[in-house]
């Protein structure tokens, strides 16, 4: 099958053209001729399959009929993240670049005037994150009743993000006749449920999971126990370092996954020390870095690029040599998203994950997601037994950490602790690094002088990195000796409590993340009248935010934090 073929506009088929494409994907070849004839299409595909393509291409030729009218966009994209509303936007502009379709992108970041006044003026096209859509709706300066073609993007990470209620809200303000493309990379039961219910006898088209790996990608896991628990984090770094190095000329560039924002940001500190040509990208920073970072990385400017998930997810970079695993992926699919950044379009990829003890479990779940065993590399710090020399010149004086010490608490009061306070839990304030909380584009006042070395015994008795001064009790690594085992339990409980009530505080926060008070208030009832249809989890606790407090029950004794904050990441990062 061609373009050709697909009755598109002939503008959009010029443009498609333009962009050298000739061939359908398999998911826009099944989902744009359903489109194009009106029809709901619930589609099953993951990003890298041209599902974009699939819903923009078809959307265009239908608004090539008609105009728009003032302050009523005729169609809706709601994607989870600001990136990905502004890949779509992206896309508009290449497909529809011999139209004269107007655009809005309600995105958090991109100021409220300015997006205020193209609405005002009348848009084709809305493209939004749902919170920050209802946020404008709330504010009376936008009506849905005039939507005729709305898209859901990625919805099963809209579920993961806690935008589900938000969603079913939507749903409600537009018109019943419009015509809704649906698309997921799975199907989970509360994604089936919004579909049948909003959905009018959908078309639905899949194409098949990338549940297995690309042959392109060569795999590698390196499994390291640290020598001291107090070394974990250095010691990762380290083979990060290592690993980045003996690639050679093989990595042109690379994207390194860490699992928590706090850790972008010390991988990014760490690398950027060790003279790495490296950016950070998470969703705590601002839009207009974001969009530097990424464009550098794009460009080729930034080598490589230190990411946590949901700010990379979906995202569109072509030609990434090399995928590294900082942390193994909680979430099996993620490995298979993270991966899927390298090796596209038949290119050669090489994804080398990195495997601490605790992470075994990760591990074991991904190979067996995959269906296969995951090549095991022999680790690079326990293949040369001296460590690096940059390493040690990396280390700074024990004056100068006092030094570095002082100039971040200066920082931190300068910027009232708000991020700490945010992104820190109580319970390791006292004993982990403050900068790791530290947002990547802060001053780097630490900033350690190159070419100074250590004898052997100070390389072994200091840590390498200001930042390796890691909490020494973390709950996850403490071995305690039976008794002990009690009494550490006892003193984790408290501010383990402290830390699941102001993770779930969170995650309740992270709904609602870019809600306004007044639209929260404005939810359950106006009037005393509940609004739109609740079908769901729309007006239930979801499941997620019970999940560890019931896996606590199961256990019986308190669980890893690393992971809750993780998972409370992934959150958080929404738009
Ligand atoms: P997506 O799944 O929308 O993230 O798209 C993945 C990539 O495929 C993007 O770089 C698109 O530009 C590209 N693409 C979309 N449609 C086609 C096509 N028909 N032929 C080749 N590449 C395509």
Same mark, same amino acid.
């Given at each position: ?129 749902? @919170? ?29 993000? @806690? ?21 997921? *990379? ?206 040690? *010149? ?171 904050? *993780? ?9």
């Amino acid at each position: 099958m061609k373009f050709s073929d697909l009755d598109l506009d002939p503008k959009v088929l010029q443009a498609v053209e333009e962009a050298g494409y000739e061939t359908p994907t398999p998911i826009q070849a099944q989902a744009i001729p359903h489109a194009l004839m009106g029809r709901d299409v619930l589609g099953i595909a993951q990003t890298g399959t041209g599902k974009t393509a699939a819903f923009t291409i078809p959307m265009i030729t239908i608004l090539a009929q008609g105009r728009a009218k003032a302050r009523m966009p005729r169609s809706l994209i709601l994607c989870p993240t600001r990136e990905l509303a502004a890949q779509v936007a992206e896309n508009f502009e290449t497909y529809g670049k011999h139209h004269k379709l107007t655009m809005a992108l309600l995105i958090g970041g991109v100021s409220f005037k300015d997006q205020d006044k193209l609405i005002d003026r009348g848009v084709d096209v809305l493209i939004a994150t749902p @919170g920050r859509l209802l946020d404008h709706f709330e504010r009376g300066k936008l009506m849905l009743t005039g939507v005729q073609v709305m898209v859901v993007d990625e919805a099963d990470r809209m579920l993961d993000m @806690g935008f589900i209620p938000d969603l079913e809200r939507i749903f409600g303000l537009l018109p019943f006749t419009r015509q809704t493309l649906f698309f997921s *990379a799975t199907m989970p039961p509360e994604i089936t449920r919004l579909t049948e219910t909003f959905l009018h006898n959908p078309q639905r088209v899949e194409v098949a999971r990338q549940a297995s790996t690309a042959e392109t990608i060569t795999q590698a896991v390196v499994r390291h126990k640290p020598s001291r628990k107090d070394r974990s984090d250095g010691d990762k770094r380290e083979i990060l370092r290592r690993l980045l190095r003996n690639e050679g000329e093989s990595l042109t560039n690379a994207i390194v996954f860490c699992n928590r924002k706090r850790d972008v940001d010390v991988v990014y500190k760490s690398l950027k020390k060790h003279d790495f040509n490296v950016g950070a990208l998470h969703g705590d920073l601002d839009q207009s870095v974001r969009t530097r970072t990424l464009d550098g990385f794009r460009s080729g400017e930034i080598t490589v690029l230190v990411a946590s998930d949901v700010a990379a997810r979906g995202l569109d970079i072509p030609s990434v040599s090399h995928v590294i695993n900082f942390d193994m992926p909680i979430h099996s699919e993620d490995y298979v998203h993270r991966i899927g950044r390298t090796g596209r379009a038949g290119r050669k990829g090489k994804a080398i994950s990195i495997c601490f003890p605790h992470e075994e479990k990760h591990l074991a779940k991904i190979e067996e997601m995959i269906g296969k065993e995951v090549p095991k590399m022999d680790s690079p710090l326990t293949a040369e037994a001296e460590p690096e020399v940059e390493e040690t *010149a990396g280390a700074p004086e024990p004056s100068e950490r006092e030094a570095a010490r002082a100039s971040r608490r200066r920082a931190r009061t300068a910027r009232g602790r708000k991020k700490d306070e945010a992104e820190t839990p109580e319970v390791e304030t006292a004993a982990s690094e403050p900068e790791a909380a530290a947002p990547a584009e802060a001053p780097e006042a630490e900033e350690a002088p190159k070419e100074r070395r250590r004898s052997s015994r100070r390389r072994k008795a200091a840590s390498d990195d200001p930042r390796d001064a890691a909490p020494v009790e973390d709950p996850r690594d403490a071995a305690p000796a039976p008794r002990a085992a009690e009494r550490n339990a006892e003193r984790e409980e408290r501010p383990a409590r402290r830390e699941r009530e102001r993770d779930r505080d969170e995650r309740a926060a992270d709904r609602s993340a870019e809600r306004t008070p007044d639209r929260n208030a404005d939810r359950n009832d106006r009037g005393g009248r509940r609004r739109g249809p609740v079908v769901g989890m729309g007006d239930h606790v979801p499941a997620f935010m019970l999940r560890e407090v019931n896996l606590e029950r199961i256990l019986g004794r308190s669980v890893s934090t690393e992971d809750d904050e *993780a998972e409370s990441d992934r959150r958080s990062e929404a738009a």
